[in-house]
C-alpha cells in the first residue's frame, strides 16, 4: 500500500500512513506539484483520469503526487513524471505552501506542496490511467481561463496558478 509522509506546519516528518488513511482523516502530509514549462514559456498541462480517486477529469499541473517514507524529494518527482508523463527531465524548487481542500467524496486534501519548475520541449507520452489528456498554455490564458472557469480546474493548480513565485526555470 502507497505511503505518504505526515509533517508538522514547519515540514518536519511526524510519521507516515496509508494515503488513503490520511485523506480520509485529513492529516497534513509532504506533496509535491511539477510545473514544466517550454521554451516558449507554456505550461504543461495534464487532464486527471477520471479514475482518480479525487478530482477525475480537471486540469491541472503536469504532475503531482507524494513521495514515499524515506524517498528524496527529487527521487519521487522523477519517478511520478516518467510514471505519468513518460519524460524525465531535471526540476529545481521554487516554492512551497500549505493547504487544504475536502472533496464531495468525503477525502480531504490537507498537504504541504512543494513546487518544483523544470522545461521539456517535446509531446508526452501519458500514461492513460493518470492522464486523459494533456496540452501546452500560456500562463496568462491560464489564469484568465481558472478565474472564468474555476470548476475546470483542481483546487491545487489554482492556488499554483495565482502564486507570485510561480515562473519558468
Keep these: 500500500m502507497e505511503q505518504v509522509v505526515l509533517v508538522d506546519e514547519n515540514d518536519q516528518v511526524t510519521g507516515s500512513m496509508e494515503k488513503m488513511e490520511a485523506h480520509r482523516r485529513g492529516l497534513l502530509h509532504r506533496a509535491f506539484s511539477v510545473v514544466i514549462f517550454n521554451s516558449k514559456g507554456q505550461v504543461l498541462l495534464q487532464k486527471r483520469s477520471k479514475q482518480k480517486y479525487h478530482s477525475g477529469g480537471l486540469w491541472t499541473n503536469t504532475c503531482c503526487s507524494h513521495p514515499q517514507p524515506g524517498e528524496k524529494m527529487e527521487s519521487a518527482i522523477r519517478r511520478k513524471l516518467k510514471q505519468e508523463m513518460g519524460f524525465d527531465v531535471p526540476t529545481q524548487f521554487a516554492y512551497k505552501f500549505t493547504y487544504r481542500a475536502e472533496f464531495e467524496n468525503k477525502l480531504i486534501e490537507n498537504e504541504l506542496d512543494h513546487v518544483y519548475v523544470g522545461q521539456f520541449d517535446g509531446d508526452p507520452s501519458v500514461n492513460p490511467a493518470e492522464v486523459s489528456d494533456w496540452r501546452f498554455a500560456s500562463l496568462e490564458e491560464l489564469q484568465a481561463d481558472s478565474k472564468a472557469n474555476p ?19
Design 151 to 169: 470548476n475546470n480546474y483542481t483546487y491545487w493548480f489554482r492556488l499554483i496558478l495565482n502564486h507570485k513565485q510561480l515562473a519558468a526555470p
